[in-house]
């Protein structure tokens, strides 16, 4: 028997189209009708979605107006997610590995041409590593830098621009400090000194007059250097100036002080001028050569109360006194009568006898 091939039509053909709930598969399931849910399928008898494509499809264009999902990726609006895991974007990677995004936002930071800011007001941006950050050319850091690990410097190191610029150290120096060529920088000048400096030695070398170690006060140990005076700053301690070996102590290239022998070396008059301040008017002067003499001070009879011992000539009375505890000035002008028989010396028997050196 041939076949035969007819037309459905009419009402029994829209009964056919409507299905009545009955599911419709050609070839099984090449094309297949979900009556029930309103879906269809091709490739596929089961489908999930309103179209489930079992397959490649090839579609010029695919406009979809609210939610498409592609294998792991669910594209919404402007939102592409993937329902498990992360999303790689791979260019190219032999031709042109390079993605270009005018502007990629995440939730805190925005990269835009060159710039990656912070779209959280006071919020930190965080640069993580397991091993090292590397920036491979100039830093330029407009606001503060702070560091809590170590920080080291290669090569030159400038800081700041300008005089009113400062830096402060509140740690301690752990090294030397050097400077880069000898006899060339100051620490400090005429106008900006430091105020205290504390060192165990210290070691100046004067090359010429003009060079100088200047400072209000200097404490070396017990001594103390102020203004043009040497002081013991530790009570009842003597000073003592000792050269070294068989050197001798030069005071202004005068007097030389060696052993127990001080010496005149000027070849003039030495003189030894006592304050106006005091109540003796006078001066002092060692004289040179094997013949010399002593200049004793000048007082007048003013009522003073000098220590006792004190010796002067007395221009009024054209005669030489001493200050005794019994007697108060006495003068003198030759030796005291009997001074030979006497046994129980007077004041100024004794004053005589020590000055004659008997």
């Not at 090292?132 to 503060?144: A, F, M, P």
């Not at 400072?215 to 050269?243: A, C, E, M, R």
């Not at 002067?312 to 006194?321: E, I, K, V």
Request: glycine fraction near 8%.
């Amino acid at each position: 028997m041939g076949r035969e091939l007819g037309r459905i039509s009419g009402p029994l053909l829209a009964d056919n189209l409507k299905r009545n709930g009955i599911n419709l598969a050609f070839e099984t399931n090449l094309l297949y009708v979900d009556v029930t849910n309103s879906r269809i399928g091709i490739n596929f008898n089961s489908p999930t979605h309103d179209l489930f494509v079992q397959g490649t499809t090839n579609a010029p264009n695919v406009q979809i107006d609210t939610e498409a999902d592609f294998a792991n990726f669910v594209v919404n609006t402007n939102t592409i997610r993937a329902i498990a895991g992360s999303i790689t974007v791979s260019p190219n990677q032999s031709n042109d590995p390079t993605i270009v995004v005018p502007t990629l936002s995440t939730a805190n930071l925005n990269f835009n041409t060159n710039y990656i800011q912070n779209t959280l007001a006071s919020d930190s941006i965080n640069l993580t590593a397991t091993g090292t950050i590397n920036l491979n050319n100039d830093v330029y850091v407009t606001g503060n830098l702070h560091a809590t690990g170590s920080i080291t410097f290669d090569g030159n190191i400038t800081f700041g621009d300008s005089p009113t610029d400062t830096v402060t150290f509140d740690a301690e120096v752990a090294s030397d400090i050097l400077p880069s060529e000898t006899l060339k920088d100051n620490l400090g000048d005429t106008n900006n000194k430091w105020l205290e400096t504390y060192s165990t030695n210290l070691y100046a070398t004067l090359t010429n007059i003009d060079n100088s170690l200047t400072s209000n006060d200097i404490t070396v140990g017990s001594v103390l250097l102020t203004n043009n005076q040497i002081y013991s700053v530790t009570p009842d301690s003597s000073i003592v100036f000792s050269p070294n070996g068989y050197g001798v102590l030069n005071l202004n290239n005068f007097l030389t002080f060696k052993d127990n022998t001080v010496t005149n070396t000027s070849g003039t008059v030495l003189t030894f001028a006592q304050s106006p301040s005091l109540p003796v008017k006078g001066f002092y002067k060692f004289t040179t050569g094997d013949v010399g003499a002593v200049v004793i001070p000048l007082g007048d009879t003013i009522n003073y109360t000098p220590e006792v011992g004190t010796i002067r000539f007395n221009p009024t009375l054209s005669t030489g006194q001493v200050y005794t505890t019994a007697n108060g000035w006495i003068s003198w002008q030759g030796p005291p009568q009997d001074i030979a028989n006497q046994t129980t010396y007077s004041d100024e028997v004794l004053i005589y006898t020590l000055m004659l050196g008997l």
